[in-house]
């Protein structure tokens, strides 16, 4: 398995720049594994797949304005993106301008002063505010949008899904952009249960594998969250036949992070732990690195809702690991004939 097997080619006229209106607008690819069907919808048609008794779970981040410059002490201008926080004054973060060494300070704009604490990869670096920065955000903060999306967005809303609850993500949960208020309630009328986890996202996520070898790929690890009532309803849904429905990557490694458990992945915390040939899930709280790639055992995931990835990226990855990766590649390019929009704020797959 190499990387460049997870390559395609995409018209940049593909690339969506501004998101469907209303929501559920959006165009849906419904992908049937077994039989290789493909059916062309729209996303307020997915309650047609979903049955009485399904579990649908979303995740409930929130992106933060994570996007904030500063002024150094000599005038130059400083962009900071917030990535992780690690303590109340303390963040992980990509920062662009020069000399950002050790040491070195600068000032928000309106906002607090903050210090170059300690060099990470790259531009990545460890930061540290004079004072909280959380109370800021609304006066200096900017919602951070991916690199390939060019047009200003006016409703920074329109980049948080309707169910965002838990500030945390530096780029949103973008499988989850599609739900509307109302398709919610339609969904619980017609018998489908909704549950919500929590993962933050940090842009490692949407990045590139630059190793020939994928299986080399460190994937960085983000904070996540599936509650005991949560993990408890898994377990109902399962035993009475219902399907878990993950909406995006990021469902998904929350489940499957909880599915495989904590001595599997020798990371997080759980309220009760279950021995390994139990198949229930249990709470799990805390980092996460699960890197789904082919070969994977999915152990709690039955279906998922997902947007269309990123070339190489771990992203892909997941999806070939889910449906496989040449029927991936081959739905990717129908959906590029068939004019459907990538990315962010393009159209979705449903993976049945």
């Known amino acids: 398995m190499q990387t460049s097997d997870f390559d395609y080619n995409l018209p940049e006229s593909s690339i969506a720049q501004i998101p469907a209106e209303p929501r559920d607008s959006s ?101 540290k505010f004079s004072e909280p920065i959380e109370p800021y955000f609304s006066k200096v903060g900017n919602m951070p949008l991916p690199p390939y999306i060019h047009e200003k967005l006016n409703d920074p809303e329109r980049y948080q899904t309707v169910y965002a609850r838990e500030p945390g993500s530096a780029a ?16 619980q009328i017609k018998g489908v249960k909704i549950a919500y986890v929590t993962l933050h996202v940090g842009l490692d996520t949407f990045a590139p594998v630059t190793e020939d070898d994928p299986q080399e790929h460190r994937i960085h690890s983000e904070w996540c969250q599936l509650p005991q009532e949560i993990a408890d309803l898994i377990n109902q849904t399962r035993q009475n036949g219902g399907r878990v429905v993950a909406v995006g990557t990021t469902s998904v490694r929350t489940l499957e992070s909880a599915g495989m458990g904590n001595r599997e992945l020798g990371i997080g915390s759980s309220e009760s ?33 997902t947007n269309f990835h990123l070339p190489r990226s771990t992203l892909i990855m997941l999806v070939s690991a889910f449906a496989g990766r040449e029927r991936i590649l081959s739905t990717y390019e129908i959906a590029i004939k068939e004019g459907y929009r990538f990315y962010s704020f393009g159209d979705a797959m449903l993976i049945l």
């Open 172 to 187: 949103a949960p973008t499988a989850g952009l599609h739900f509307t208020p109302r398709l919610l309630e339609e969904l």
């Open 273 to 305: 732990l279950l021995p390994s040939n139990d198949s229930r899930i249990s709470a799990f709280v805390g980092p996460t690195s699960l890197f789904i790639l082919p070969g994977y055992q999915f152990r709690v995931v039955d279906a998922m809702i």
């Open 27 to 127: 165009r849906l690819l419904v992908l049937h594994r077994e039989t290789g069907e493909i059916e062309h919808r729209i996303f307020r048609d997915a309650g047609d797949y979903l049955r009485v008794g399904d579990l649908l779970v979303l995740n409930q981040t929130r992106v933060i304005p994570a996007r904030i410059y500063a002024r150094k002490e000599t005038g130059g201008r400083v962009e900071l993106l917030l990535l992780r926080r690690r303590d109340e004054l303390t963040w992980e973060a990509l920062v662009g301008g020069r000399g950002l060494r050790v040491g070195k300070i600068a000032r928000v704009e309106d906002g607090p002063e903050v210090e170059i604490i300690e060099e990470l990869e790259g531009s990545e670096r460890l930061i």
